[in-house]
């Protein structure tokens, strides 16, 4: 996948996040997940367009370990709602996909960075 295709696919998860954590409930601990949520989600991309301008491979590598980083909690906070039962998983099913398949991708793609040194 071509580094454009990344950025559109992690923007749309950040686009997924935004509407879903619309839709939590508005309970003190869903408002406290539904911000965390909303951080780290649409962190993801934005830390991708900045890997994206690193400087060396170094700073590429370190910068999509903040991706990771950012895509794993995001299905923390995820598995935290489902889990509570906040909202139903069929709900979060979607981001939860766009999610892993973005984790996935990253965590390839950090490796073959790694082993190009």
């Known amino acids: 996948m071509n580094p454009d295709e990344f950025k559109q696919k992690t923007k749309a998860l950040a686009l997924g996040v935004i509407k879903f954590t619309g839709s939590i409930p508005g309970t003190k601990a869903?408002?406290?997940i539904a911000r965390q949520l909303l951080r780290?989600?649409?962190?993801v991309a934005a830390n991708y367009r900045a890997a994206c301008c690193a400087e060396s491979r170094a700073d590429f590598v370190a910068k999509l370990g903040i991706v990771q980083e950012e895509c794993d909690e995001s299905l923390y906070w995820i598995e935290l709602l489902t889990e509570t039962r906040l909202v139903k998983s069929a709900?979060?099913?979607?981001?939860?996909?766009?999610?892993?398949?973005?984790?996935?991708?990253v965590?390839?793609?950090i490796r073959t960075a790694k082993a190009r040194k």
């Open 30 to 32: 869903g408002g406290v």
């Open 40 to 43: 780290s989600g649409t962190s």
């Open 91 to 105: 709900v979060t099913d979607e981001v939860r996909m766009q999610a892993k398949e973005i984790l996935a991708l």
């Open 107 to 109: 965590i390839s793609s």
